[in-house]
């Protein structure tokens, strides 16, 4: 049986997201990078990674990008926008998931800094039967 792995993704207020996504100047957003550092990782904005996904499949041809057109309803939903521009994952290179003590250890770190505007810290599994699946009218057909 193979180990799931995981991801850290946090969910800041909206100043802190346009810090995170620009210069990192505020206290908050600097504390964020370091520790993204410390564990040789990026910090990268969901809707940024979402947009930069659609922008892909749009490039190379929507078919062979399976979950496009859900992304894509997703980033054009004003709401669903403005949640996903406050939420951020913590990348290992290329990829979003990792081991778990990797994830356990960017969140102990973060659970330090104590600050009103990181909203909130998940650790999240890349087990399918615990994340959102595509709804049917975006799955794709066999």
């Not at 410390?38 to 749009?58: G, N, P, R, S, W």
């Not at 980033?75 to 778990?100: C, M, T, V, W």
Request: glycine letters at 4%; aromatic letters at 10%; one cysteine or more.
């Amino acid at each position: 049986m193979s180990e799931w792995l995981y991801q850290i993704r946090i969910k800041v207020s909206e100043s802190i997201s346009d810090d995170l996504r620009g210069m990192q100047k505020q206290n908050l957003s600097i504390s964020i990078k370091k520790i993204a550092d410390l564990h040789q990782m990026t910090i990268v904005c969901t809707y940024d990674a979402f947009k930069a996904y659609c922008d892909e499949a749009e490039q190379n041809g929507i078919d062979g990008y399976g979950l496009y057109h859900w992304t894509k309803a997703t980033i054009d939903d004003p709401l669903k926008k403005l949640k996903h521009l406050r939420s951020f994952a913590f990348y290992l290179g290329e990829d979003q998931i990792y081991s778990n003590d990797l994830a356990v250890s960017i969140k102990n770190h973060l659970h330090k800094l104590d600050d009103d505007e990181l909203l909130e810290i998940n650790l999240i599994d890349s087990n399918p039967e615990n994340n959102p699946q595509p709804p049917k009218k975006y799955q794709m057909k066999n």
